[in-house]
C-alpha cells in the first residue's frame, strides 16, 4: 500500500477539511475532487464534516476492502459489515464506547498496532477527527508527511472508530473519467450564470432587447464610441 502527498488544487476554491484530506492521502486526487464525489453522490451542497459512510465510499471506488474493528483491555472485538449497514453498527458500537472504554490514541496504538503491516492502514476516528495510520505514522490534513504517535497532538484524545483498510488492483479509470466529467460540468454552469449575470446587468441599465440577444461582451460593444 502506497500512501500519496496531499494535493490541494490551487486553481479551486481550498478544501483542507480532515475528510477529504485522507481520502487525498490514500487515493491520490485532489482534496476538491474527493468533496466533489462526496457531494455528487449524496446531495450536499458543501463538505466540511464527513461521515463514515462518505468516506469509505469514495475510498470504495478506489479498491480499498474495509473491516470494521476495535481492540480494548476486555479483548479483541473485529465485525466485518458491508457499507449499506455501517451506518446502524455505528451508532450502536458508540453507543458502548462512550461509556468509557474507548481508548486514547497512545493506548490503542500500543494495544492493537504493536507490529504495523505493509500492505495495511488504519482509518482512525479520533477527537472527532479523521486520521490515518500506516506503519507506525499517523496522517491528517495537519501532518500530511506522518508523524509517529507519539507526537501527535491527537495523542491523547479517545478513538471512537478504528477501520482497517486493505487496497486491491483495480482500474480507476472510470472514477477519474467521471470526475472530469463533473469537473467540466461544473465549469460550463460557471459559464452559464455568469453570460446570465451579464445579461440581466445589462438590462438594468436599460441596453434594448435587441443588443442583449446579439451577444454584447463588453460597455464597448453596448455603447460604441
Given at each position: ?70 481492540e ?27 461509556r ?23 482509518l ?56 472530469d ?29 435587441r ?15
Amino acid at each position: 500500500m502506497k500512501l500519496h502527498s496531499l494535493y490541494v488544487d490551487p486553481s479551486k476554491h481550498r478544501q483542507r477539511y480532515c475528510g477529504p484530506s485522507i481520502i487525498s492521502i490514500l487515493c491520490g486526487i485532489s482534496t476538491q475532487d474527493a468533496a466533489l464525489l462526496i457531494r455528487k453522490k449524496f446531495k450536499k451542497q458543501s463538505v466540511k464534516g464527513s461521515s463514515t459512510e462518505q468516506v469509505l465510499y469514495v475510498l470504495k471506488l478506489f479498491g480499498y476492502k474495509s473491516q470494521f474493528s476495535f481492540e480494548t483491555k476486555e479483548g479483541y472485538w473485529h465485525v466485518p459489515r458491508s457499507l449499506q449497514e455501517d451506518v446502524k453498527w455505528l451508532r450502536e458500537s458508540r453507543k458502548i464506547f462512550h461509556r468509557g472504554n474507548s481508548p486514547t490514541l497512545t493506548k490503542w496504538f500500543e494495544w492493537h498496532r504493536v507490529k504495523p503491516k505493509d500492505n495495511e492502514a488504519y482509518l482512525v476516528i479520533c477527537g472527532n477527527h479523521w486520521m490515518v495510520e500506516h506503519k507506525g505514522l499517523m496522517y491528517d490534513n495537519g501532518e500530511p508527511n506522518g508523524i509517529p504517535v507519539a507526537e501527535s497532538k491527537m495523542k491523547k484524545c479517545r478513538v471512537v472508530l478504528a477501520v482497517k483498510l486493505t487496497q486491491r488492483d483495480i482500474d480507476t479509470s472510470k472514477v477519474l473519467a467521471r470526475i472530469d466529467r463533473y469537473n467540466e460540468s461544473a465549469k460550463n454552469r460557471k459559464k452559464q450564470l455568469a453570460k446570465s449575470r451579464w445579461l440581466r446587468s445589462l438590462a438594468d441599465i436599460g441596453v434594448p432587447d435587441r443588443k442583449r440577444r446579439r451577444g454584447c461582451s463588453t460597455y464597448a460593444d453596448v455603447f460604441p464610441l
